[in-house]
């Protein structure tokens, strides 16, 4: 069964960097955030490991795990929301305590859906995917992105529908931010490797690929059992983004999680959109998704509003989710099923 929390407007969130924090030269970004989110009624709760960061981390891995335990004990703090994402959360995972984690919302993406991903297998309470809290530091928020509190404020057995954004960054410009943060340029379009309009349904589960697949064979990755169990078998529709790996790195990750049974029951797979670049040997992106898709025999979709190139949807591990794909246009619709 997954439990969702509840998140409600002028409720507590808890600031802590399980993977890197925000080193002194860009407290200003943080402070900024923290205004903003102020300003919308919501108090903020600010733990150390957000103001430092040394050695591509901003604590030591202990220390990283007890603010987090410290977070989510406090019964004040109703969403845990990460700085930004990082390299090295994974160092943290043993010292949460999970058999302690109530139905809190922890929201976030890049290294953060390590994480959150682990939590919703380990335990069965629901976690979000989406923007990170340094880019809620904008004077306004585009629509696609703004949609995180609608997200987290839907109750259980509720649905809540998302469509797709008008248009994305392509190039992250940090000293020159518009009013929404973001230089949403570039048309979108999501597509599917068939070329046809889809429907998938299933449980969603993933997060960013860079980071997840280095849960595969550990406690922190059981998926088996999170579908016959916790999920009561519903197929598994799982989303990833990319931010780094080459498309043969890509497709060998692909593989283990074949080898390792993430892909048993499964509904379908999304990919977001991504800026890594096809390697020069002839071998794309799309040949690993069709090679993936008929493999597995089930639709696969791309260039969703998901990852390192915004907006991005909120995607909740554990809703039953649907996604719809027509002409260029994406619909994702989440029931908040126990």
Sequence with gaps: MI???????????G???PSSGVPESLHHLLHAAIGR?????YNVKTCPSAWRQS????ASDGTRGQEFNDLMSDPDVTLIFPPWGGELLIEMLEYVDFEKVQEKWVLGYSDVSSLLLAITLRTGVATAHGTNFIDLRGSQTDPTTAMWETVLQTNV????VQHSSTSFQQHWEHVNPTEWVF??????????????DQEINGRLVGGCID???HLIGTPYGDVSTFQKDTVGGDPLLWYFENVSLSPTDMKRTLMQMKYAGWFDHCSGIVFGRSSAEDSGNGYKYTDVYQELSDALQVPLLYDLDCGHLPPQVTLVNGAYGTIV??????KVVQRFMP
């Design 325 to 330: 794909l027509k002409e260029g246009n994406g």
């Design 183 to 196: 230089h949403l340029t570039e048309k979108t379009e999501w597509k599917s490797i068939n070329k046809n």
């Design 211 to 213: 980071t997840i697949r």
């Design 55 to 58: 050695l591509v981390r901003s």
């Design 15 to 17: 600031i802590t960097a």
């Design 157 to 160: 057995h509720e649905t809540i």
């Design 37 to 41: 989110m102020q300003q919308r009624g």
């Design 3 to 13: 439990r969702y929390p509840i998140f409600e407007k002028g409720a507590k969130i």
